[in-house]
């Protein structure tokens, strides 16, 4: 499978270069940077430190490589990537997504392109997360309207968007558990006389150093707590996720595919 990595200077984009340059049944075909980098031309391994270089270029136009790949890996930014998902759908290439911070009408974007593309989006790629999430669905299921249920998430002081991209997608599934939608539910903090209302789903995000991710989800009982929680001690957990994301794509027709065909949850 021919790769495509977009970002490969970021925290992830570099991550995801280093595992996908490991892989046997990857080839790393070009890196795609924003105009104006002073890497621009350089070799792709040597911009992310894989520790050899890979004899292809960092280019700052995706157009002009994109028919090299089977598939593009972007986990740049939303700006970026609603160029990428365009170009993606004109060369008809599989594209995987774990950019956040999209809107609802960003998003049907990304499903309308599984018509057309292999399309995978998934806000976290970590394996433990989604099988978290399963256990968060369970939980739900079972107590419903028993348990108050808050959500508090950390990450670095450089993340963008607030409550995270994860941590929405954990709130969606607990709501749809309760035949809900998020948005109808959902409260972002608190201040001065908050009472909590029952029902709702409660959101807290702490932004600080450069803690990689964290999500904790408390189930409130009386009398009794239940807490699940994942953390991440670095971003290699996302970056092995994301390759396998890719290689899921390799056999597939257009679709819009989530980590839990990935990972058969």
């Keep these: 499978m021919k790769v495509i990595v977009i970002g490969p200077r970021g925290k992830m984009g570099k991550l995801i270069t280093q595992v996908a340059a490991s892989r046997d049944d990857m080839e790393l075909v070009a890196g795609v940077a924003p105009k104006g980098r002073d890497y621009i031309g350089k070799d792709l391994g040597t911009v992310a430190m894989t520790g050899t270089e890979l004899g292809v270029p960092v280019v700052d136009d995706l157009a002009s490589v994109i028919d090299s790949c089977d598939v593009i890996i972007d986990f740049s930014t939303k700006e970026m990537a609603m160029g990428v998902l365009d170009l993606a759908i004109a060369h008809k290439k599989a594209l995987v997504c774990g950019s956040t911070g999209f809107s609802a009408e960003e998003m049907k974007r990304f499903e309308a392109a599984g018509k057309e593309i292999p399309m995978l989006y998934a806000a976290n790629t970590s394996k433990l997360v989604n099988i978290m999430n399963k256990l968060l669905e369970l939980v739900t299921t079972t107590l419903k309207d028993e348990i108050d249920i808050e959500i508090l998430e950390m990450h670095d002081q450089w993340k963008k968007d607030a409550p995270s991209g994860t941590s929405k997608e954990m709130g969606e599934i607990m709501a749809h558990a309760l035949g809900k939608e998020l948005d109808e539910i959902a409260v972002y903090g608190r201040e001065g006389e908050s009472p909590r209302k029952p029902g709702t789903i409660g959101y807290h995000s702490l932004r600080a150093g450069n803690i990689p991710s964290s999500h904790t989800v408390f189930f409130g009982g009386m009398g009794e707590r239940l807490e699940i929680t994942?953390?991440?001690?670095?971003?290699?957990?996302?970056?092995r996720g994301a390759c396998d994301c890719a290689a899921y794509l390799a056999?597939?027709?257009?679709?819009?595919?989530s980590i839990k065909d990935v990972l058969n949850l």
């Design 230 to 239: 994942h953390h991440s001690y670095n971003w290699e957990c996302f970056a």
């Design 251 to 257: 056999d597939k027709g257009p679709g819009f595919y």
